[in-house]
C-alpha cells in the first residue's frame, strides 16, 4: 500500500494520537487512574441541567430540528445570531453573526486556520505559526500540512512561595519573522494552567498588527464560558484577532462543538473549508449552546457552577500532591486556570518519558512534558523533567495516582544511588 505525502504524514504516530488513546483505555479499563487526557469532569449539577434541557429540546422540537436537518456551512444560524448578541452585551465587542463560524471541535478549527495562514505559497516559501509562549498544547503539534510549519520562544521563568512558578513571555528574544503567517497561544495555557497576563496579550496583540499577522487565541477553557480561569483577566477581541471556543469543557466533550470569532473575510474561508470537508459542521451541540444562550442559562452556570468546581478540584489536588511529592521534589506551575497541573521534577534522574511508561505499568495515566513543545528549535532538558496531570477525577483517585507516582519518583532516585 502506497500512501501520498498527506497520506505518509498523517498516518504516523503522534502525541495527540497517544493522549487519545491513553485517554479512550483510562477512561474504559477497570482500575485504571486516568490523570493524563483533557477530559473534563462530570459534574452532577451539569449533567441534571443537560439532561433538563434534552427534555426540553425534545418537546420544543429543537432537537429534532437540529438532528434532521443540515445547517449551512459557517454553522446553526440561530446560535451565530444569539451568540453575537451575547458578546456585543457583555463585552461590546462589534460582532454580529458573520464574524462567527463553528466547526466541528477546537482541533478541526485549528487545523484549518494553521494551514490557511501558514505552509506553502503560491510563491513557494513557507509561512510558519508562532508560539510565542512554549510549553503549549500537543495537538498542534502535528496540525500542519507541511513539515517544520511551527516555531517556538522559550519562556522566562519564575520561581515562586510554596514551591511553585510560572512562565512569561520572553519578549526580549521574541522574533516575529517575515516567515510568520501566524501567532498562537493559549488562554488559559494547555497544558501548564499558565493565564498569560492582560499586558503580555496586548504586547502580543500589537505585535500581530505591526507584522499584519492574525494573533490567534485559543479559548478552549476561557472567559466568558467556560471561564476556567482562576486569576484576573480581561478578554479581548478585535478584527485581526481570531478567537477560537469550544464547548468541550462546559461538559460536552462528545458533541465536537468548536466556536471561531473573526473578520469577516475569516469567517467566509472557514464556510467553505467547512462545505469541501464536513458540508456543515454537527448540530447537536450548537442547538444545545443556543437554547443554554436563551434561557439566559450559560454563563450563570459558568459562574456559580463550573469554575467553583474546578477551583474546589485544584486545590484539593495540590494539597493532595504535597502530602506526597515536597517542593524539593515536586514544583507545581502556578495554577491559573485549565483543568490540568504542570508538574517540573528538576532533579529527576530518569526523563519525565520514562516515568509516564513505569506509571502506565501500574495503571496511571499522565502526559510526559517533551510533546507540550511544537516547534521549539533546540533542545530543552526542562521539557523532559515536566508531566501534565488532569485534576479532576474523583479525591481517591487523585491520591492513589500521586501516592504511586510519589513511589516512582522515589524509585528512581534510589537506583541512581545506587
Known sequence: MTFSRFGNKFTQHSGIAQLMDDMNEGLRTPGAIMLGGGNPAAIPAMEQ???????????????SEALCNYDGPQGKDTLLTSLAALLRKEFDWPITAANIALTNGSQSAFFYLFNLFAGRGEDGTLRRVLF???PEYLGYSDAGLEENMFVATKPTLSLLPEGQFKYHVDFEHLKVGDDIGLICVSRPTNPTGNVITDEELLKLDALARQHQVPLLIDNAYGLPFPGLIFTDARPLWNPNIILCMSLSKLGLPGVRGG????????IKALGNINGIISLAPGGIGPAMLNSMIRRGDLLRLCEEVIRPFYRRRVD???????RWLPPARCLIHKPEGAIFLWLWFPDLPISTDALYQRLKQRGVLMVPGHYFFPGLDQEWHHSHQCLRMNYVPEAEKIERGIAILAEEVARAHRETVG
Do not use: K, Q
Not at 466556536?259 to 475569516?266: L, Q
Not at 484539593?316 to 504535597?322: K, L, P, T, V, Y
Open 49 to 63: 441541567y443537560f439532561h433538563a434541557l434534552w427534555r426540553e429540546m425534545l418537546d420544543d422540537g429543537s432537537m
Open 132 to 134: 510565542p509562549l512554549a
Open 259 to 266: 466556536i471561531v470569532i473573526a473578520g469577516e473575510a475569516v
Open 316 to 322: 484539593e489536588a495540590i494539597a493532595c500532591i504535597r
